[in-house]
């Protein structure tokens, strides 16, 4: 008897939380919305054909949003010159709008670059799981030989460090992909922004699961992914984008993903550029070029730093000659240390160098 009403209370509950009417963030794509996918409003069709690019093992999806004109033009100022001069076809997918204006400049975008795709589905953040499908899938399609690139345009990518990695792995892959790897806790807190109520996601954990800002995938799993993120079998079809794809799609393809070279949200130490593929999150517009400008300076720095060891010499100007940041002579560690406390009000662009002005005072001092 005391059983029976335990299960009676149970199914009410079941019953109220399947029927609770969800938040419209709380969004589940369906069937007819996955279908989408299958038209594009603007084509590349033979962009991964085009001779120029027949060495290149690699395709760059930039993931931009239609209003991002500033962002691109930034990205095609800064990383993707390299990109270009190593022969390697990129692409930025977008999503549609209904606003004719912004669809009419976007066509003259294209028309200047030729490196837009645009998809049907409209193009919103909470359609973000829509665009990596339509990506993975337009690749694999598309682009099946080569590996992915997938990247926010607020990343700034090393293109040599990705091509060294993805030499070095060619004989090793078994269904692997390459990110920064994370975890997640679902939210149950009907305010929170990612809140997902039980009778969506039943777990408290969603699968180990990929940054969204980038990931790296092979061609052998370019094929696996697609058909998995398709499948009426892979659900629930999350807007959660980064969850979705590299954690639920994944896993049901039995698909593993690995940490590898992938970096955020800041630009932190003269190593970042040494062996690092992509740094995420790095701002957008005026902090994005900031962070740009940054990287450099540092990468710089860093091949420097592998051939000299710079010591202070006495009235020494050593960081002038070697081409480092100083725009004063320094001439004893007293100043330097005076120095060092003068920058302590600066900003965040110049603390790195601060980094590197601390490390030489403590070896100069230890000498
Ligand atoms: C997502 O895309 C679908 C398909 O184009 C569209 O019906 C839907 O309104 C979009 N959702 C949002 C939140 O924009
Ligand atoms: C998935 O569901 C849609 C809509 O119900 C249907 O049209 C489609 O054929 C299904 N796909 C598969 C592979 O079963």
Not at 26 to 39: G, K, L, Q, R
Not at 177 to 191: D, L, M, N, S, Y
Not at 212 to 238: E, F, H, Q
Request: proline share 3%; charged share 20%; with cysteine.
């Amino acid at each position: 008897m005391f059983n029976r009403i335990l299960i009676l209370i149970w199914l009410i509950i079941r019953i109220q939380q399947n029927s609770a009417v969800l938040p419209s963030y709380v969004h589940v794509h369906t069937p007819a919305e996955i279908m989408e996918i299958n038209y594009v409003v603007l084509h590349q069709l033979s962009l991964c054909e085009d001779s120029q690019y027949a060495a290149s093992q690699l395709f760059i999806a930039i993931k931009s949003a239609v209003n991002n004109l500033n962002q691109r033009q930034l990205v095609r100022q800064t990383w993707l010159p390299e990109v270009i001069r190593y022969r390697i076809p990129y692409v930025f997918m977008l999503g549609s709008t209904n606003d004719e204006e912004l669809l009419e400049k976007l066509l003259a975008e294209n028309r200047n670059y030729h490196d837009l795709i645009i998809g049907k589905f409209v193009d919103d953040y909470y359609n973000l799981t829509l665009k990596s499908i339509f990506t993975v899938t337009w690749a694999s399609v598309h682009c099946s030989s080569r590996w992915l690139l997938y990247v926010d345009d607020d990343a700034i990518i090393n293109i040599r460090n990705i091509i060294r990695f993805y030499n070095n792995k060619k004989d090793v892959l078994n269904l692997n992909i390459f990110c920064k790897k994370g975890v997640r806790q679902v939210h149950r807190e009907i305010q929170s922004k990612w809140y997902i109520p039980q009778s969506v996601w039943l777990e408290e954990r969603f699968p180990e699961f990929c940054y969204g800002w980038s990931y790296l995938i092979p061609s052998d799993v370019l094929s696996v992914l697609s058909s998995a993120l398709i499948s009426n079998t892979t659900t629930p079809k999350l807007w959660l984008e980064d969850v979705f794809v590299t954690g639920i799609a994944t896993k049901a393809a039995n698909i593993k993903i690995v940490s590898a070279g992938f970096v955020c949200c800041q630009v932190r130490s003269t190593r970042l550029f040494k062996e690092n593929m992509v740094l995420g999150q790095m701002g957008k517009d005026k902090e994005f070029l900031e962070s740009w400008k940054a990287v450099q300076k540092k990468s710089a720095l860093a091949k420097k730093s592998e051939s000299h060891h710079p010591v202070i010499r006495s009235g020494g100007s050593i960081f002038q000659k070697k081409g480092l940041l100083m725009s004063r002579p320094i001439e004893n560690h007293a100043r330097l240390r005076n120095f060092i406390q003068s920058m302590n009000g600066m900003n965040s662009r110049n603390r790195a160098y601060f980094w590197i002005l601390k490390k030489v005072a403590l070896k100069s001092r230890s000498v």
